[in-house]
């Protein structure tokens, strides 16, 4: 089993640089997917890595959330969730990405085209849109991404086409990472070396005293 599930994120890293068009469609959606996937790993103790790092406390009607990039403390609202539902969901929240330091899109990544440290050639009125956009999230009042933030991201939620496109093909599907390539517990771990190339599962810390592991395709070592 743990073989097919490593081979089955190798499967879907292609497919996902093929979604771009479905995380448009998404995005306007992104609050209420967010928050419905978390209430449900809130709710049944099921490990979200990135979630659990803010160590959720309950609190009345939902959870608290430790901020790891600002004191602004997150907050997720609680709502019933089905297992049913869940599973419906998922596949669209799949598409988005929830470490996104500027909700859909990142102002730092934008800044290294705009700049020129990052060779994308593309005509002036883009780079200004980027630059545009880069300004808007420094401009923001709530800092930190979804993980962070939960229902609180989108008191100052962004977007804006191009930082979203050129961020998605950097990073297609990323919360697929998030709910799939980072696992807690050693039930799917196993590692090998090839040629000083690591293939399976790297060790990635621990979470209340588990540990945790990431899935790795011939990273050096």
């Known amino acids: 089993m743990k073989y097919t599930y490593w081979m089955f994120i190798l499967f879907t890293v292609v497919l996902r640089r093929l979604v771009f068009p479905l995380v448009l469609l998404v995005i306007p959606f992104r609050g209420w997917l967010r928050n419905y996937v978390y209430n449900w790993h809130l709710q049944n103790g099921k490990p979200l890595k990135r979630l659990w790092e803010r160590n959720p406390a309950k609190i009345t009607g939902g959870w608290v959330l430790n901020n790891v990039h600002s004191p602004v403390k997150g907050v997720i609202a609680e709502r019933r969730i089905s297992t049913v539902g869940y599973y419906l969901v998922l596949p669209l929240w799949l598409l988005l990405d929830d470490d996104a330091m500027a909700d ?19 005509p002036e009125w883009i780079t200004c849109r980027l630059d545009k956009a880069a300004e808007n999230a420094e401009a923001c009042h709530v800092v930190g991404n979804s993980f962070d933030l939960g229902d609180k991201r989108q008191e100052c939620g962004l977007y804006e086409f191009w930082s979203v496109f050129w961020w998605t093909l950097r990073n297609p599907a990323y919360n697929f990472n998030y709910r799939f390539n980072q696992i807690v517990g050693d039930r799917y771990a196993f590692s090998f070396v090839v040629g000083g190339r690591l293939f399976g599962w790297a060790k990635d810390g621990m979470l209340s005293g588990v540990q945790c592991y990431s899935w790795e395709i011939g990273r050096k070592v």
Not at 107 to 121: D, H, Q, S
Request: proline share 0%; hydrophobic share 40%.
């Open 104 to 122: 859909t899109y990142d102002a730092g990544f934008n800044m290294t085209i705009v700049k020129g440290e990052r060779k994308a050639w593309m």
